[in-house]
């Protein structure tokens, strides 16, 4: 059977724009394909869970899926499959052929049998691929299993996303379509990559990552031979990265970015990102020094900044922040020795750049990047209305490790990110001779404890077992606890973990 995926990113189009789109497809590809898969729920887009069920988007929706019923007389012999959402519990499966119009209400990874010129289809909407998924063909004589999925991107989960396809296919005997929805927005990327699989589970055709493909693949086919090896970990993640800001960009009205640019590393990386996304001319970072703030740290402002032929803008804050210490002397006095910074007056100076790039966003409508990492984020190292402001926490679910393996690849084949600046010790530059490593456990100690307990939900017990070290786990779960309440004010960050 001739079978035509059309991997399609539904972006910002209104429900109209993308019947015009499936009926562009049905017109192209119609007269040498059977069927015709559309990816993921591309008619009706991304929807929140919560607008499935407001009369208007369905009202809408149906009218978009009996118009297409009228298109599809055009085209006698090829039908076409889509999925939608119809509950916060069900998902529909629509077979449109010759005027026709199909519906079959699901669960989660049931299977329903849809009979079409002589084959049983056995057609499956998930709502991601899982490894209790039920895609069981309830009678025999399937010839090819075709499965909707809305299975989002995370680091690594190529493999197990194929591992299911594959058992899948072996335990029915079958070929499986695999039509992964593409697109983003909000926090979820979803990455397409819809795959042919032939009955034995060897891969026939694997779609391209983060774009739109099309393609007319032959059920019969057999699959490669060679062992399935998913794109590389820190290549994956760089263009998911670049793909959800192009998404969020779009789908938000923001064309332009603006970020604080600290001389560290976890800025220039956001900054590469932004300039990769948006373009240099569209980035602006400002570099904005402190009482506190390091020779060095100018330095490699401005030669990043000059790698990525951005503008860079220098908004100093030792005179804001000491009209604060004036003001706030008497009222917030404690008992300190002169020469200590406070942990509060370190926060202060974060406060002041927060404000401060937000002054930029609102004056000139650029999108403000927030920099912060995953591991930061999950120990609470970070400042609430400060370093945390921000319209996308573009990093905020890379780990600080992963941080560094995306400098690397930034960096090849040419170094736009200063050696210096990924060579040297991660500081926030709040007070004299500061350090992360002096309030948090190394970098290394840190991501794993934080994949162990967030990833792999292992227990204070079973993380000690793993071998790490009993006080740090103790203070490594007070800490995740304690600032729970940051991470609920944070700023919406793009997922690429398997738990953000």
Avoid at 237 to 265: C, N, P
Wanted: glycine residues 8%; charged residues 25%; aromatic residues 8%.
């Amino acid at each position: 059977m001739k079978i035509t995926i059309a991997q399609l990113d539904p972006g910002t189009d209104g429900i109209a724009d993308r019947v015009k789109r499936i009926s562009g497809v049905l017109g192209e590809h119609a007269r040498t394909s059977d069927l015709i898969v559309f990816s993921g729920f591309f008619l009706g887009g991304a929807l929140p869970r919560k607008s499935i069920n407001e009369p208007e988007v369905i009202r809408k929706i149906r009218a978009a899926v009996g118009e297409l019923a009228g298109i599809s007389k055009k085209y006698p012999d090829c039908g076409m499959l889509l999925a939608l959402p119809e509950s916060d519990t069900e998902n529909m499966s629509v077979f449109i052929h010759d005027g026709e119009v199909l519906e079959r209400r699901q669960s989660a990874c049931e299977t329903e049998i849809i009979s079409f010129k002589n084959n049983k289809l056995g057609v499956c909407v998930c709502l991601g691929a899982a490894k209790d998924c039920k895609c069981v063909p309830p009678a025999p004589g399937v010839s090819a299993l075709i499965g909707f999925a809305a299975s989002s991107f995370r680091a690594g989960g190529d493999l197990a996303r194929y591992s299911f396809i594959r058992d899948c296919a072996r335990k029915n005997k079958t070929p499986f379509v695999f039509a992964n929805q593409l697109g983003s927005g909000d926090e979820l990327i979803f990455d397409g990559r819809s795959i042919l699989a032939d009955k034995e589970g060897k891969p026939v055709s694997v779609f391209p990552s983060f774009e739109e493909h099309i393609e007319t693949l032959d059920t019969a086919a057999a699959g490669s031979a060679e062992t399935y090896r998913g794109p590389d970990e820190i290549e994956s993640v760089y263009k998911a990265l670049i793909f959800g800001i192009r998404g969020y960009m779009k789908k938000h009205g923001f064309s332009k970015i603006v970020l604080g640019i600290s001389g560290g590393i976890d800025s220039a990386v956001a900054c590469a990102l932004a300039k990769e996304a948006a373009g240099a001319v569209n980035v602006l970072g400002i570099y904005m020094p402190s009482p506190y703030s390091s020779k060095e740290s100018a330095q490699y402002a401005r030669e990043l900044s000059k790698n990525l032929d951005i503008q860079l803008r220098t908004v100093p804050i030792s005179d804001i922040y000491s009209a604060y210490e004036r003001a706030l002397e008497k009222e917030l006095l404690v008992e300190e020795k002169k020469e200590e910074v406070g942990i509060y007056l370190q926060n202060i100076q974060a406060r002041i750049r927060g404000n401060i790039l937000m002054a930029f966003s609102n004056r000139f409508g650029h999108l403000l990047f927030a920099t912060g990492n995953r591991s930061e984020l999950a120990a609470g190292y970070c400042t609430l209305y400060g370093d945390m402001a921000g319209g996308l926490a573009v990093i905020s679910d890379v780990p600080k490790t992963m941080v560094y393996r995306l400098a690397a690849y930034i960096n090849e084949p040419d170094a736009v990110i200063p050696q210096a600046i990924i060579s040297r010790p991660p500081s926030a530059e709040l007070k004299p001779g500061q350090l992360d490593q002096d309030t948090l456990p190394d970098y290394q100690t840190l991501d794993g404890m934080l994949s162990s307990y967030m990833d792999k939900d292992l227990s204070a017990e079973e993380m000690v077992k793993e071998g790490f070290d009993s006080e740090k786990v103790e203070w490594f779960i007070a800490a995740v606890e304690k600032s729970a309440y940051k991470r609920k004010q944070a700023p919406p960050s793009l997922r690429v973990t398997t738990r953000s």
